[in-house]
T-cell receptor, first 115, second 112 residues
Framework: ETGVTQSPTHLIKTRGQQVTLRCSSQSGHNTVSWYQQALGQGPQFIFQYYREEENGRGNFPPRFSGLQFPNYSSELNVNALELDDSALYLC??????????????FGPGTRLTVT | QQQVKQSPQSLIVQKGGISIINCAYENTAFDYFPWYQQFPGKGPALLIAIRPDVSEKKEGRFTISFNKSAKQFSLHIMDSQPGDSATYFCAARTGGSYIPTFGRGTSLIVHP
């Protein structure tokens, strides 16, 4: 186990609703990245938080937003849910930025289904 | 635009056989190439990684072969075991970035 935890495990929402997913990073890690993994696809980068600031963003619309808290846990918020938002949402934590040798560790993910 | 192309999509191998998964990339700024293993209900876990200054890296039964001029790299799993049955992702990232670009994944099934 990586020490990265996510909640909830599964979630079913209706189109147009809002959802909040949570991630607790591995002890000592100050960087959290969020990914969307659609069925049969590789993870796609959503955004990254470093020391409570957004530090990079992938090709996702503004209705995907996030927060990182002083204890380095993080939230992913998605507004106005669409059917295509159905996916496994992964968070990954790591220590600091810019060091190739510091790998990121993934949580088990939250499976979101939008109906 | 798929920056890292992975094949095959699925692979079935007998126990003891060799599993080979191939990836190709276009962005010459990539300089770190990790492979991840993902079991059902789990997040991806780093399996093995290589930098382009070497042509091969071996860790136990897992070997990465890297061809910089062809912009291709591959994962070889020797003596494949049923416990290796998982989805494998190749990825690539630029120096100083934690943000890998993933391939679409290969579902490996190893029959006993």
């Amino acid at each position: 186990e990586t020490g990265v935890t996510q909640s909830p495990t599964h979630l079913i929402k209706t189109r147009g609703q809002q959802v909040t997913l949570r991630c607790s990073s591995q002890s000592g890690h100050n960087t959290v990245s969020w990914y969307q993994q659609a069925l049969g696809q590789g993870p796609q980068f959503i955004f990254q938080y470093y020391r409570e600031e957004e530090n990079g963003r992938g090709n996702f619309p503004p209705r995907f937003s996030g927060l990182q808290f002083p204890n380095y846990s993080s939230e992913l918020n998605v507004n106005a849910l669409e059917l295509d938002d159905s996916a496994l949402y992964l968070c990954a934590s790591s220590l600091d930025l810019g060091t190739v040798l510091n790998e990121q560790y993934f949580g088990p993910g939250t499976r979101l289904t939008v109906t | 635009q798929q920056q890292v192309k992975q094949s095959p999509q699925s692979l079935i191998v007998q126990k003891g056989g060799i599993s080979i998964i191939n990836c190709a990339y276009e962005n010459t700024a990539f300089d770190y190439f990790p492979w991840y293993q993902q079991f059902p209900g789990k997040g991806p876990a780093l399996l093995i990684a290589i930098r382009p200054d070497v042509s091969e890296k071996k860790e136990g039964r897992f070997t990465i072969s890297f061809n910089k001029s062809a912009k291709q790299f591959s994962l070889h799993i020797m003596d494949s075991q049923p416990g290796d049955s998982a989805t494998y992702f190749c990825a690539a990232r630029t120096g100083g970035s934690y943000i890998p670009t993933f391939g679409r994944g290969t579902s490996l099934i190893v029959h006993p």
